[in-house]
């Protein structure tokens, strides 16, 4: 039995090489770069899909980070106005930064503003004044920047300076 399974695949196999021989066609020139035309806006077509697949996946991935970032600044605020150093702000701070490896594997880095600053609308956004000497100088950063890849995916929170009229 498997010895006429064998001759049955051998015969198939024989059988199929004329198949496989294709036909030669000539075609005319016209023909020619219709194909040629229909094949360049095929792979055009799939570049445009490939970068649009690209470009949703990094939206997806800085909308995830963007929340964890939330996190991130909800925990600052919380060990802020936490009095005392006990074992649930150490807790916390073992999260943040878990959270902070987490982001940073992913091209995620803080952008650090300084007290004194000149105020940069690239780089935050000012929540609220109050009249000093100087104009434009950050005097509190309420929340951080951050960068991914170089582009700022989430600005500052500061209080700037006003000069008194």
Known sequence: ????KQNIDIENIEGSEEVLQKEEKTYT??????????????????????RNVDLDKQKGKISIILKIINIIDTYNV????????DEHVQI?????????ILIATEGVRRVELKIGEN???NLA???????????NKIL????????MNGNIIKTAK???????K
Do not use: C, F, W
């Open 29 to 50: 020139e016209e023909e020619y770069n219709k194909i040629q035309d229909s094949y360049i806006r095929v792979l055009a077509e799939l570049v445009n899909v490939r």
């Open 92 to 100: 916390l701070n073992n999260i943040l930064q878990q959270l902070d």
């Open 140 to 147: 509190t950063v309420l929340s951080p920047a951050y960068e």
């Open 1 to 4: 039995m498997s010895d006429d």
């Open 158 to 164: 500061i209080i700037v300076s006003v000069t008194k």
């Open 125 to 135: 956004e000012v929540v609220a004044t109050q009249e000093n000497g100087e104009d």
């Open 119 to 121: 105020y940069d609308p």
């Open 78 to 85: 919380v060990i802020e106005n936490h009095e005392g150093e």
